[in-house]
């Protein structure tokens, strides 16, 4: 008798442990199923929030210029410690209106849509506005002040540093809520997990790449200094390259702002959204191109509009 209690316990212990193991590997499947679909939304939302990405590189890249050089990288840093703080407070704020007003998020959406094609139609403005002559001026003054003993460089970098948090904010507030809109079906859990993810991942690009590009210059003449005539000739090539990458991604960043903004813009109006698409697969061969090419064409119409908006009650006021 107890031989065969014994065998019945022993067979039961055995039954046991096959449950288990059938329920870690379902579970194991699930937890693979899950972590794909986050990786899925966080590559979706990285190529809708690449726009904003883009303008922010550039941006960022800019607003260190003038900081002498053994002190960009400290500056770098700075500004990537700010943006990560801003993330730390927008994360949570967006989950919080996904939960109690999920409606909130479209027209969030469109607002950060319509503020992108702002900004993409203030530059444009600005740049038929000054020539190249006042930029010239206006560079020479900063390299001066840079260079003159009697300014106070801690001030001046914290200017700098206060300047690009202000400028992530913004960006990033953009980046989240696109985000958000498109993880608005998912679990809490996995728009958790994407916010989370996306915020990292762009922090830690952007200014990895911003900190690589504020040193190309740095590092192009450290190469011409070397006996190597090819080391040379790289290093050489690197102090050409840099103003123009410098400039490369201002222009793109630029483009980028109507294609994104405007993008969400007639995402965000069903009927012309639907319209513009209806229209774009009647030519398939080019289908995805039309659809950029009409958000941008919708992004530069209505940044040029809020611009004259914002120009005529700036007359106004005077």
Not at 96 to 113: E, N
Not at 280 to 308: D, F, I, K, R, T
Request: proline residues 2%.
């Amino acid at each position: 008798m107890a031989a065969s209690s014994l065998l019945t316990l022993i067979d039961d212990i055995a039954t046991l442990l096959d449950d288990v193991a059938t329920m870690t590997k379902v579970a194991a499947r699930q937890s693979a199923a899950a972590a794909d679909d986050v990786a899925a939304m966080t590559q979706m939302a990285a190529k809708k929030t690449a726009g904003v990405l883009g303008d922010d590189l550039a941006l960022n890249a800019q607003q260190v210029t003038g900081v002498k050089a053994d002190r960009e990288l400290p500056v770098v840093w700075a500004v990537a410690k700010g943006s990560l703080l801003n993330k730390a407070i927008l994360v949570p704020t967006a989950l919080a209106i996904s939960a109690i007003a999920p409606w909130l998020i479209t027209p969030l959406l469109m607002l950060g849509g319509l503020f992108l094609c702002f900004e993409g139609a203030e530059k444009l403005l600005h740049a038929l506005v000054h020539s190249r002559e006042d930029a010239h001026v206006r560079h020479a003054e900063l390299l001066q002040a840079v260079a003159n003993e009697q300014v106070d460089l801690v001030a001046f970098e914290k200017d700098k540093i206060k300047g690009a948090v202000r400028t992530d904010f913004i960006l990033s507030a953009e980046i989240i809520v696109i985000t958000l809109g498109t993880v608005a079906a998912a679990s809490f859990a996995q728009q958790v997990a994407v916010l989370v993810g996306i915020s990292v991942v762009m922090t830690v690009g952007v200014y990895g790449l911003v900190g690589g590009i504020v040193k190309l210059d740095d590092a192009g003449l450290y190469l011409t200094q070397k006996a190597s005539p090819t080391l040379q000739a790289l290093g050489r090539g690197l102090l050409v390259f840099a103003p123009w990458l410098m400039k490369a991604l201002s222009v793109l960043g630029t483009a980028a702002m109507f294609l994104v903004g405007g993008g969400i813009l007639l995402h965000g109006v069903p009927a012309l959204g639907h319209a513009v698409a209806h229209w774009a697969q009647s030519w398939a061969w080019a289908e995805s191109l039309l659809n950029s090419l009409a958000g941008g064409l919708a992004g530069l119409v209505a940044g040029a509009l809020v611009v004259g908006c914002v120009q005529l009650i700036a007359l106004g006021r005077r």
